[in-house]
């Protein structure tokens, strides 16, 4: 994932995570420059639990630039705090439609072989996948 | 519900007595053809992989699109529970790893469940009765299957489970016995029955509970709870609970702390043990599934939905109780499964319903059961049972005939009046014929004609040797009368 520009600025990161956000300034016209303080950030034991559920593995040298580099995505964020949202409901999507509906009808399935053929290993039509131990 | 238990239900320890709090997720399986987001078919038995679509197997760019009749269903067992239907909910994803969730998440309802609060009333053996609150229910996929035998150094998966719709009913921490908990499961499992909503076969999967358990001193604050996870019969709730509850009052009782975490249950040896470690157990880092909009319902759609709905349970108990005349414990025998009420109600038409009652449960319930079935397989019809009835009604035979009767009716498909012309089982009422009996045993037994004339109780003795002397088809009744003026007692 990338914002904007400042790939090349990130395109050595060795962890291939590929987050590269300029600095909240460079969206930025002058006037719109944070008014508030800096409230909401991450510190690099939150980073590296982060990692740890998305599985994603994360050298330690890269965890503190991560940080930074996060706490920069948040601060800017933050400026949506200013935004007087009393008595708004939440949007949670942008568009104004709501979710069609499907007919209780099988339309699919019956190919097994083609739905474990990208797997990496697959025997009798099951997924084969390393022992899971509970 | 801040409820304490009933002083039988509490758990005594080393330092007195616990009361355990139970609080119950149901994952009930909707019957529907197709799966929740996808078109392929929802079944037992298919070959591994064989009911898969790319959606549900978690391939890139395929979208979810929800199907009609699992919001229905939802929508008919949320009216079923006396819940309120959110015409608006949205659905959200619970992202975790493991093999048998090939998306990387579930998709669930967290934020704004199809069906709000509730409430239902919960019988139990004794007759008594309580009610559990209803949280919420929402609507979400199941996962696939990891085997784990199949190999020693793999595990197989087969997802033709994966995405298939469930209901999740959760409920109040309302129950506060591992009896009570079953119970509930058994109530709910009936209504969803009566809806049609869930087959709730528990054998099979599609009706299981995850179980919340504490402890606590009676009347004090609610204790940390465990969760035991897909536990799959009602005997395994209770055993399950019982160990579980045991398990913390030792914990807290020596002194330690109960851990929040997750658990499973062990057939085999009837305990629980940490299924996850509790780092991490429950951050599931839920946010809004950007490829479902919003679910809206319209209020004339939901109205539509609960005039299709049957009579339920609770008001076909009531209705068998004033309408025949019912015990409230054999009403409540008769309405766990619909088809029991029907049949009793095909049977006991122009009969003595308390009579074809007491047949339906004690006789043929009774023996179904001891076979492993239900009414769904009696082999003798409604109609069959009431010709039997009848005939104990106008006197042809005696209750006790009627069981040899009844044995004839199980095994072969003649009527009842078939049975009793065939096999001569009339009932002889004939009072010139019962006395020739009852004289020839007096004739044979002198000696015991003087004792029961001395002590009138032992004319029980001549009742049943004239019975055993017409083969039991004497009326009883018309017996005794006779010996006692015989005997001059």
């Known amino acids: 994932m990338s914002v904007g520009k400042g790939q090349e600025e990130g395109a050595g990161h060795p962890s291939g995570i590929g987050i590269d956000i300029p600095p909240p300034s460079a969206f930025l016209t002058r006037s719109q420059k944070p008014k508030v303080s800096l409230t909401m950030s991450v510190d690099d034991a939150t980073i590296r639990k982060v990692a740890k559920l998305a599985h994603i593995a994360i050298k330690d040298e890269d965890v503190h630039p991560m940080t930074e580099k996060l706490n920069g995505i948040l601060g800017w964020i933050e400026q949506l705090n200013e935004v007087d949202v009393d008595g708004i409901e939440p949007m949670t999507t942008c568009i104004p439609m709501t979710q069609p509906l499907r007919e209780d009808v099988v339309t699919d399935g019956g190919k097994p072989e083609a739905v474990t053929a990208n797997a990496p290993k697959s025997d009798h039509n099951f997924f084969v996948v390393p022992k899971v131990v509970e | 519900m801040n409820t304490t238990a009933e002083k039988s239900n509490l758990i005594t320890g080393n330092t007195g007595e616990w009361e355990v709090v139970i609080g119950l997720e149901v994952h009930a399986q909707v019957a529907s053809n197709a799966k929740l987001f996808s078109g392929a078919p929802v079944g037992f038995g298919a070959g591994p992989n064989e009911n898969v679509s790319f959606i549900d197997a978690g391939m890139p760019g395929m979208l979810p699109v929800i199907n009609k009749f699992c ?11 006396n819940a309120q239907i959110h015409t608006r909910s949205t659905f959200d994803r619970k992202n975790y790893f493991y093999p048998d969730l090939p998306q990387g998440y579930q998709i669930s309802q967290f934020k704004n469940p199809i069906v709000g609060e509730g409430e239902i009333e919960v019988e139990r053996e004794d007759g008594s009765s309580f009610k559990v609150g209803i949280e919420r229910l929402h609507l979400e996929q199941d996962a696939g299957k990891s085997i784990h035998d199949m190999d020693p150094n793999a595990t197989y998966v087969d997802l033709n489970r994966s995405g298939v719709a469930l209901m999740e009913i959760v409920s109040r921490p309302d129950m506060r016995s591992a009896l009570d908990a079953a119970a509930f499961v058994k109530k709910l499992r009936t209504i969803v029955r009566y809806l049609g909503t869930c087959d ?131 009403a409540g025998v008769l309405v766990t499964k619909g088809a029991r009420a029907d049949y009793f109600e095909a049977a006991a038409k122009g009969r003595d319903a308390k009579l074809i009652a007491n047949w339906t449960i004690n006789d043929l319930l009774g023996r179904l059961a001891k076979e492993g079935h239900d009414i769904d397989d009696s082999p003798i019809s409604a109609e069959r049972l009431a010709g039997m009835v009848a005939l104990i009604e106008d006197g042809t035979i005696s209750s006790k005939i009627a069981k040899e009767v009844f044995e004839h009716l199980w095994a072969s498909e003649n009527t009842a009046a078939e049975i009793v012309e065939k096999h001569g089982l009339k009932q002889v009422t004939d009072t010139g014929a019962i006395e020739k009996a009852v004289d020839e045993v007096m004739a044979a037994n002198p000696d015991k004609v003087e004792q029961a004339k001395a002590k009138p109780q032992l004319a029980g003795w001549f009742v049943g040797q004239v019975m055993k002397a017409t083969g039991g088809k004497a009326n009883p009744k018309a017996v005794n009368d006779i010996i006692q003026k015989k005997l001059g007692v």
């Open chain 2, 200 to 330: 709730g076969d528990m054998e099979k999967g599609n009706m299981r509970a995850d179980v919340n358990v504490s402890v606590r001193k009676p009347g004090g604050p609610l204790g940390t709870r465990c969760e035991i996870k897909n536990v799959n019969s009602m005997s395994y709730i209770v055993k399950a609970i019982e160990y579980e509850a045991r398990r913390q009052i030792e914990i807290l009782e020596d002194g330690g702390q109960i851990d929040q975490e997750t658990r499973l249950f062990n057939v085999a040896s009837g305990e629980t043990r940490t299924m996850r470690s509790k780092e991490d157990a429950h951050d599931y880092r839920y946010f809004p599934d950007p490829d479902l909009l919003p679910l809206e319902l319209e209020q004339a759609w939901i109205e539509e939905i609960r005039k299709t709905l049957p009579e339920l349970p609770d008001a076909k108990k009531a209705r068998l109780m004033a309408d025949y005349g019912l015990s409230a414990y054999d």
């Open chain 2, 71 to 81: 919001v229905e269903q939802a929508v008919r067992t949320g009216l079923g529970l």
